[in-house]
C-alpha cells in the first residue's frame, strides 16, 4: 500500500509541474458510503473545461475501515447562476484494514459520477457529488457514495 501511495504522490507531483496544468483549488468534504468518511482533495486545470482531480477519502467502520485514492477527471458546464455541473470518471485504489494479524486487502477499480458546484465567492464555494465505484475482483464490493464539501480557489 506504501508504495501504491508514494506512486500516486510522484505521478501528482509530475503533472503539477508540467506548465500546462494550475492548481485550481482545495477541498474538504464529508461522505457517506453505508459508513461515514471524510476526505481532501485538488483540482487541477488541464485544458478549457477539463480538471484533473486527485483526493483521498477514510471511511469510519466497525469492522475493516477504508481509505480510498481517486484520480478523477472532470468535464465542467457552466449553467449560470453560479452553478456549475461537472460528469467524471476516473481510477481508484481502495484499501480495507483490519484490525489484527490481517493486514487488509487492496482493489483497483474505477469511478463513474457527477458533481455539481456552487460558488459562494470568489473563493468558496460548495458543491455535492455522486460517484459509483466498480472495483475489479472485489466480491461485490461495489458502491455508490455521496459527498457534501467545501472549495477553495486559488
Same mark, same amino acid.
Given at each position: 500500500?506504501?508504495?501504491? $501511495?508514494?506512486?500516486?504522490?510522484?505521478?501528482?507531483?509530475?503533472?503539477?509541474?508540467?506548465?500546462?496544468?494550475?492548481?485550481?483549488?482545495?477541498?474538504?468534504?464529508?461522505?457517506?458510503?453505508?459508513?461515514?468518511?471524510?476526505?481532501?482533495?485538488?483540482?487541477?486545470?488541464? $485544458?478549457?473545461?477539463?480538471?484533473?482531480?486527485?483526493?483521498?477519502?477514510?471511511? $469510519?467502520?466497525?469492522?475493516?475501515?477504508?481509505?480510498?485514492?481517486?484520480?478523477?477527471?472532470?468535464?465542467?458546464?457552466?449553467?449560470?447562476?453560479?452553478?456549475?455541473?461537472?460528469?467524471?470518471?476516473?481510477?481508484?485504489?481502495?484499501?480495507?484494514?483490519?484490525?489484527?494479524?490481517?493486514?487488509?486487502?487492496?482493489?483497483?477499480?474505477?469511478?463513474?459520477?457527477?458533481?455539481?458546484?456552487?460558488?459562494?465567492?470568489?473563493?468558496?464555494?460548495?458543491?455535492?457529488?455522486?460517484?459509483?465505484?466498480?472495483?475489479?475482483?472485489?466480491?461485490?464490493?461495489?458502491?455508490? $457514495?455521496?459527498?457534501?464539501?467545501?472549495?477553495?480557489?486559488?
Amino acid at each position: 500500500m506504501k508504495k501504491l $501511495f508514494l506512486a500516486l504522490v510522484m505521478c501528482i507531483s509530475a503533472l503539477s509541474a508540467s506548465a500546462q496544468i494550475d492548481l485550481k483549488s482545495v477541498d474538504v468534504k464529508a461522505n457517506l458510503r453505508g459508513d461515514f468518511g471524510i476526505g481532501a482533495g485538488i483540482t487541477m486545470g488541464l $485544458f478549457d473545461h477539463i480538471d484533473f482531480a486527485p483526493n483521498v477519502n477514510y471511511y $469510519f467502520s466497525s469492522g475493516a475501515n477504508l481509505l480510498s485514492i481517486d484520480a478523477d477527471f472532470h468535464y465542467n458546464i457552466d449553467l449560470g447562476y453560479d452553478l456549475n455541473l461537472y460528469p467524471m470518471a476516473g481510477l481508484v485504489i481502495a484499501h480495507w484494514g483490519a484490525s489484527g494479524p490481517v493486514s487488509g486487502t487492496t482493489k483497483l477499480g474505477m469511478n463513474l459520477g457527477c458533481g455539481l458546484d456552487y460558488d459562494l465567492n470568489r473563493n468558496w464555494s460548495l458543491f455535492a457529488e455522486a460517484k459509483y465505484q466498480f472495483l475489479f475482483n472485489a466480491g461485490g464490493a461495489d458502491d455508490t $457514495f455521496f459527498s457534501l464539501g467545501a472549495k477553495y480557489r486559488f
